[in-house]
Structures are given as structure tokens and as C-alpha cells.
């Protein structure tokens, strides 16, 4: 444990690769993904890591439906500049074997998934990043892009049904949007801009 000014800080688990999206469990154990490794992860109460679905790709956002199920931004992966000590590393651009963006569904009890969407009216998802459900059922999710040696793809924002019967796009382009989320009587979505540093909030006028 560490202190720092007036908080106390618990190490509960090391050596992840590239963690996103922590969830708090009802029993006391986390969800998150770690893009690098591809995976959906548990970490329980006593801290060690399990491997809960190989998902492979760059899952990067994570969010639990209100069916149980864990629903992840994938962003398709990443090339990674990694440290002599191999302890650090970033994402610096598309990987190699990229195929494209994508929205899986993952039942936590067997690890079990499926992919919900990997495009919006023949577009394709580039790089979807993170995610919110709604007191409907329904989600918001950022697609950040990708970046390659020369190129960098322009963002956008989706609406989704859980069922993978519907998606739409409500916002483009937008400039690297990463994070979202909804305010407490949902009126409003708030998206985080990575390259401006922007929070931009948007007001809904209806589902998607």
C-alpha cells in the first residue's frame, strides 16, 4: 500500500499487458482487457489473474450488459514500441495483421464470444475504444481510429442495440474520440478527445 496526499493506494495485480476498462465485480473481483495481451481477464480477490476469453486483436473498452454478458470495444490491434526491460510499452501504430474494428459479446462463464458489429451501413469500424450502456439496454461507443506510418483515420461515435440488430452512426467525424460516458438522468453524452484534450458534451435528442 501507498499513500498519497489524503488517498491510500493498493497494488492488486501486476504484470498486465496493457490494462483498460476495469469493472468491479458483485463477488469483489475485477474485469478488465488487456489490449496487448488480446484477452479478457479476471483478477479475483486474492489477486491472481485469470484468463476469462482470448479475443485476440486490441480489446480496448469493456462494459457489462444488462444480460450478464461482457461487451468489448475491440480496436483490431496495435504495433507496440516496448522497453529494453520489456516492463513498458505503447501503441504506436496499426498492426500488421489488422483486419479490421469490432463489437464482441463475451459470456463470462464459459468465454465463450461472438461479434456483434464490425461496420455501420458498409462502413467499417476502425478502432472502437470504449463503451457505456444505457438504462434502455442499449449502447454508446467511441471509435478512436487507427494511425498508420502516414495516414490517421478521423473518429466517430455509434449508438448499438445488445442484440446486434442495429447500429448507427451519431457522430463523424470527431477527432480521436476515446472515452464516454452518460449523465446520471442521461441526457447527455460526454466524449473525451485524446489528441485536443477536449470533453465535449452532446445533448440527446432520441436512441441513436
Same mark, same amino acid.
Given at each position: ?21 476495469? /469493472? ?6 475485477? $474485469?478488465?482487457? #488487456?489490449?496487448? *495481451?488480446?484477452? %479478457?481477464?479476471?483478477? &479475483? ?62 459470456? /463470462? ?6 461479434? $456483434?458489429?464490425? #461496420?455501420?451501413? *458498409?462502413?467499417? %469500424?476502425?478502432?472502437? &475504444? ?79
Amino acid at each position: 500500500m501507498v499513500k498519497t496526499g489524503h488517498l491510500s493506494t493498493t497494488l492488486v495485480a501486476d504484470k498486465l499487458l496493457f490494462p483498460e476498462g476495469p /469493472i468491479f465485480m458483485s463477488d469483489g473481483s475485477i $474485469l478488465l482487457v #488487456e489490449i496487448a *495481451g488480446g484477452s %479478457l481477464t479476471k483478477i &479475483n480477490n486474492d489477486g491472481k489473474k485469470e484468463i476469462v476469453a482470448h479475443l485476440g486483436g486490441g480489446p480496448n473498452g469493456a462494459a457489462m450488459g444488462p444480460d450478464g454478458f461482457c461487451y468489448i470495444c475491440n480496436n483490431g490491434g496495435f504495433n507496440w514500441q516496448v522497453s529494453e526491460n520489456k516492463r513498458y510499452r505503447r501503441p504506436i501504430s496499426q498492426a500488421a495483421n489488422y483486419r479490421t474494428g469490432r463489437i464482441e459479446k463475451v459470456n /463470462i462463464e464459459t468465454g465463450n464470444f461472438e461479434t $456483434l458489429y464490425t #461496420e455501420c451501413n *458498409g462502413i467499417p %469500424l476502425n478502432g472502437p &475504444n470504449d463503451i457505456v450502456f444505457d438504462k434502455q439496454g442499449n449502447f454508446w461507443f467511441t471509435d478512436l481510429g487507427k494511425v498508420r506510418e502516414r495516414t490517421m483515420d478521423r473518429g466517430s461515435v455509434y449508438w448499438a442495440k445488445a442484440d446486434g440488430s442495429k447500429i448507427v452512426e451519431v457522430i463523424h467525424p470527431i477527432m480521436t474520440p476515446n472515452g464516454i460516458g452518460l449523465s446520471p438522468d442521461e441526457k447527455f453524452l460526454y466524449i473525451a478527445e485524446t489528441e485536443g484534450g477536449k470533453l465535449y458534451g452532446f445533448e440527446i435528442m432520441d436512441n441513436g
